[in-house]
């Protein structure tokens, strides 16, 4: 896709575009632009594309922001949280020990 996208910018890197690409997509789907630049920075080991990747990240933030009020990861624990706590509701009570059992006596 950022290849593609490369094309219709000329005196642009395809490389650039595509890590602009990852750190947009990223930072959408989990609504944390910081952590986005970070691993992408990381990824490509180039401190020179920061502010682009920055500026990238923050921006799709936003749009994902303004679509969906809920981050990926915090729906997804709030999820597990529901099934765990319904699932313990379900689930048979830990048997007693009995008072009157002879291996209390």
Known sequence: ????????????????????GTVAYFSAVTQSPLTATVIVMEMCDNQQITLALMASAFLAFGISRALCSHALYGALAVRFLRTTSAGQKNAAPAPRPDSTSPTNR
């Open 1 to 20: 896709m950022g290849g593609w996208v490369a094309q219709y910018l000329p005196h642009t890197a395809s490389g650039a575009v595509v890590l602009l």
